[in-house]
T-cell receptor, first 114, second 113 residues
Framework: QQQVKQSPQSLIVQKGGIPIINCAYE??????FPWYQQFPGKGPALLIA?????SEKKEGRFTISFNKSAKQFSLHIMDSQPGDSATYFC?????????????FGKGTHLIIQP | DAGVIQSPRHEVTEMGQEVTLRCKPI?????LFWYRQTMMRGLELLIY????????DSGMPEDRFSAKMPNASFSTLKIQPSEPRDSAVYFC???????????FGPGTRLTVL
């Protein structure tokens, strides 16, 4: 059973565009929702995270939108740059990322064209 | 800090052989996680430890897999006997107490022939 569904699998956007990656979860016990960024040959690295008590969180060019009733959340990248080309994973956990394992989506391979 | 250290970075072995993957978490971190990444299944949690104690091993695929954390600075993931379907990138991650961020190591790419 896939508890976190992510879409699209791949995405190509022109430089300066706003890629949007979507995730949906099933387990209502999840209360921590991070996004991880992974470059080829590297481990995933935390990009931004949100808890369900807020509907939006912004850090630099990265924004998470969260819809608790729909059990969905999304990542927006403003003014995208070629250096943002990477694989992005949404994830969820019950007790927070430090004390509980993460359930990951399948990932989105993002390419930002110059 | 050096970050999470994993060894070896690449491992090629033959079916039936024992494989041991190693992880050194970031000093002071008290949670340690093992994940497996494949194209088909993505990133999957295998097992995690809090204060060296295994908390949840429900993600360990079979009895052929075992993990230990003998002290706060070292963990191993062992596969015995290995099979071609075990081929994947295995990541170790650690997290400090009271925070949410997991810090991933560079991974070990395992190929079982």
């Amino acid at each position: 059973q896939q508890q976190v569904k992510q879409s699209p699998q791949s995405l190509i956007v022109q430089k300066g565009g706003i890629p949007i990656i979507n995730c949906a979860y099933e387990n209502t016990a999840f209360d921590y929702f991070p996004w991880y960024q992974q470059f080829p040959g590297k481990g995933p690295a935390l990009l931004i995270a949100i808890r369900p008590d807020v509907s939006e969180k912004k850090e630099g060019r990265f924004t998470i939108s969260f819809n608790k009733s729909a059990k969905q959340f999304s990542l927006h990248i403003m003014d995208s740059q070629p250096g943002d080309s990477a694989t992005y994973f949404c994830a969820a956990s019950i007790a927070g990322g430090g004390a509980d394992g993460l359930t990951f989506g399948k990932g989105t391979h993002l390419i930002i064209q110059p | 800090d050096a970050g999470v250290i994993q060894s070896p970075r690449h491992e090629v072995t033959e079916m039936g052989q024992e494989v041991t993957l190693r992880c050194k978490p970031i000093s002071g971190h008290n949670s340690l996680f093992w994940y497996r990444q494949t194209m088909m299944r993505g990133l999957e949690l295998l097992i995690y430890f809090n204060n060296n104690v295994p908390i949840d091993d429900s993600g360990m695929p079979e009895d052929r897999f075992s993990a230990k954390m003998p002290n706060a600075s070292f963990s191993t993931l062992k596969i015995q006997p290995s099979e071609p379907r075990d081929s994947a990138v295995y990541f170790c991650a650690s997290s400090p107490f009271g925070t949410d961020t997991q810090y991933f190591g560079p991974g070990t790419r395992l190929t079982v022939l």
